[in-house]
C-alpha cells in the first residue's frame, strides 16, 4: 500500500484570500506547525518518506498499541525546529533518553485517515477528546471565512509562526500533493554562507560576512560544528521572515533548516 502523506499546495495570502472568498464555508484553516512530519500508523511512526522513526521517540508511550493511521506533526516542548530536527540524528540511546527528559516530543494531531471528507474525518478527532494519549494533541481547526483568516495570518505575521494551511471540507485523503490543502507560509528561504561560529550553553551561534546569525542547538549543532571545523565555513539553508521595515535583505525570525 501506498503509504505517502497528504501533502500541500503552496499558496500566496492573496490566493487565499481569493479562495475563501469564492467558496464561502468550504474551508477550514489551521496553524501551520513547525516540525517533522509523523504518521502513526498501526502500532508504528514513520517519516514522510516511510521510515520507520518509533525508536526515536520512546517518550511516545502505548504507540505500540494504537491501530489506523493518524497524520500530524511531531514537535519538541521547546518549541524550536532544530531540536525535533536533531532528534533525527541521535544515535546513542542514552543520549536519547536525556533528551526525552529535558525536552520532549509531543505529536500534533491534524488528520485521521479514513475514507471519510475532512469534515467527516475532523468529526473523528473531536470523538476522540479525552481518549488520547498524553502525548498526543490535535490542532485546532477553525471554518474559514475572510475574518478568521485575517485574524490568523495577523498572528502569524506578529509572532513570527510559519504560517496557516487552507483545506477544503470536502476532501478526501489523498496520498499525494492536493489542491485540496493549500499552505500559506510567511517565511522565506534561502542559503547562506557562514564564516564565524561561536559557542553557546544550547549549542552554536552562526554568523555570515555581513552580520547575519542564526543558532543551531541540539544533536544538529554537533553535525554543523564538525563541517565548520574541516573547512573553516558552512553553507546553510535558512528560513526568515522578511523585515517589514529598513533593509529588506534582514532576516527577521530566522532559523537552521539544514546543511546545503
Known sequence: MNGSPMLCESATPEEARALIAAQPGKWVIQQKI??????????????????????????????????????????????????????????????????????????????????????????????????????????????????MFEKMWSEVLEKGLEGVVLKSVMSPYERKRSVSWKKCKAFLETTAIFIKLEEHPRGIRLETEDGRAITVNGAQASEVRNEFRRTGSVTCEVQYMRSPVGDSTAWRFPSYRGLA
Open 34 to 147: 513547525d516540525g517533522v512530519r509523523g504518521v502513526i500508523r498501526d502500532g508504528k511512526l514513520y517519516d514522510r518518506r516511510g521510515k520507520d522513526i518509533t525508536a526515536l521517540f520512546p517518550e511516545f508511550v502505548g504507540i505500540g498499541a494504537m491501530r489506523g493511521e493518524y497524520d500530524g506533526e511531531i514537535v519538541c516542548t521547546s518549541g524550536e525546529f532544530g531540536d525535533v530536527a536533531g532528534r533525527m540524528h541521535v544515535k546513542d540511546p542514552f543520549a536519547r533518553k536525556i533528551l526525552v527528559k529535558k525536552n520532549p516530543a509531543a505529536f500534533m494531531l491534524f488528520d485521521v485517515v479514513t475514507p471519510g471528507l475532512l469534515g467527516e474525518r475532523l468529526a473523528v478527532i473531536g470523538a476522540m477528546d479525552g481518549a488520547l494519549p498524553a502525548w498526543m494533541c490535535p490542532v485546532k481547526s477553525f471554518v474559514c471565512d475572510g475574518e
